[in-house]
């Protein structure tokens, strides 16, 4: 635009200054040279067109004037032509502020008409890097090769839970850790943690799955550990059987059938065996209270517990190996402690003795014979009572005195449950029981 505007500078000058010979010009009207010196040419209304259109530079003539042999024709465009080719005045047009610095344009602006210089700077490729601050994009050209440069971490998995940064959300499993004061011994173990952005790998093994007591305790220790809530700590204790309960008692789920101290416990006696009962007898009636069910449990250590009466019997009722006398049964069972044969329980020299004859008696069950004691298999009426070994069809003393001859005890035979008293140096069997009030 701007050697366009150069070029019609001239030829708008000529086309005031001259046209034809008729015509009256302002200035200077003097030839410039001879017409026959190549000075005196001039640039053509065509000329002038044609710089107007597309800034072609006009062609003079070279040699002397040479008069036409004919009048002229419509050869060229007339001024209304050249006129509307003529740039006009555009208050709209650019200022120097709009055009780059050193780059030259036809200023079409009243005031400031013919050629002018850009001033706009040349900021050439243009880099910016985001920040938390808004950043002014300076005035002035831009080549189109700048750019914002982009950061590989702006990703969610970078951005704190809630904060948006530059539309990118934060995930919600990021959040600040800085609160958290757990260390691997309040965590267990193979459980993480975050604290204060750093991660904790808890060293607490997992609770013990049961925690049992040791027999007789109430007090269980716990071990070290965290518990899930399944875990389940269990005191025990042997003695906690249906037998030694009352009956009509429940503790801790185990129904009581111990007789009272005012109840009577039946005799083992039925309708149907060893014989049909007559009515109202015994084995019709069934009076008493009803033995525990299983009557004994075996404690696998030599002995055997009798659920009804609480009484802790040798599992071997010839323990002793043959017969004594009263005294000499007396001293024996004294003398009893864990570690004789297969006696395997605690205890010591003084707890087992001698039974006296209601202990023996609690023993009988009026429904078997030889011997009379309950056969808790219930697998017929001779057999001998389970679990009991070696169980003599015979006399076994008891420590009761026959209250009108000190010289005589009483005993009791199993093989029919009769009790009789003997003189205390003749020998019968012995069978030793602990416990009991």
């Known amino acids: 635009m701007n050697e366009m505007k150069k070029r019609l500078a001239t030829p708008l000058v000529i086309l005031m200054l001259g046209m034809l010979a008729a015509v009256a010009f302002a200035g200077d009207l003097n030839s410039p040279a001879a017409p026959s010196d190549s000075a005196s040419a001039m640039f053509t209304f065509e000329d002038l067109y044609n710089r107007l259109l597309s800034g072609v530079t006009g062609a003079k003539r070279t040699g002397s004037f040479t008069e036409p042999t004919s009048g002229p024709g419509s050869t060229m465009h007339n001024l209304n032509q050249i006129m509307e080719k003529a740039p006009a005045i555009d208050a709209a047009g650019a200022s120097t502020s709009d055009v780059l610095i050193s780059k030259t344009f036809w200023g079409l602006t009243s005031g400031t008409w013919g050629p002018r210089t850009g001033a706009m700077p040349n900021r050439g490729a243009v880099t910016m890097t985001p920040g938390t601050a808004d950043q002014a994009i300076t005035q002035g050209f831009h080549d189109g090769t700048g750019k914002v440069t982009g950061d590989a971490n702006l990703v969610t998995g970078n951005i704190k839970s809630g904060a948006t940064i530059f539309g990118v959300a934060g995930k919600t499993e990021v959040v600040d850790t800085t609160s958290g004061n757990a260390a691997a011994t309040d965590l267990r173990s193979g459980k993480k943690a975050y604290v204060a952005g750093v991660e904790v790998t808890g060293t607490i093994a997992a609770g013990a799955a049961n925690t049992n007591g040791t027999n007789g305790t109430t007090t269980v220790t716990i071990p070290a550990g965290i518990y899930a809530g399944t875990e389940k700590t269990t005191a025990a204790d042997t003695n906690l059987v249906t037998g030694n309960i009352k009956s009509g008692v429940t503790i801790f789920g185990v129904a009581g059938t111990s007789a009272s101290s005012n109840e009577v416990p039946k005799t083992g006696q039925t309708s149907t065996v060893p014989f049909t009962a007559p009515a109202g007898s015994d084995g019709d009636l069934q009076m008493g209270a009803a033995w525990p069910n299983p009557r004994f449990t075996d404690n696998s250590n030599g002995t055997v517990t009798d659920n009804l009466t609480g009484l802790i019997w040798l599992k071997s009722a010839n323990f002793m190996a043959g017969t004594r006398t009263w005294a000499q049964a007396l001293d024996d069972c004294a003398g009893l402690a864990d570690g004789a044969g297969g006696l395997t329980d605690g205890s010591i020299a003084g707890d087992w003795r001698l039974p006296n004859r209601k202990e023996l008696d609690s023993l009988i069950a009026f429904q078997y014979f030889n011997p009379a004691l309950p056969n808790t298999a219930g697998t017929g ?11 003599q069809s015979n006399g076994y ?10 010289g005589i005890a009483w005993s009791v035979f199993l093989s029919d449950g009769n009790a009789n008293h003997d003189n205390k140096t003749i020998t019968l069997y012995v069978w030793p029981v602990r416990g009991g009030q």
């Open 381 to 391: 009426q001779w057999t001998s009572g389970d679990p009991f070994t070696d169980v």
């Open 397 to 406: 003393w008891s420590s009761t005195t026959y209250a009108a001859n000190t």
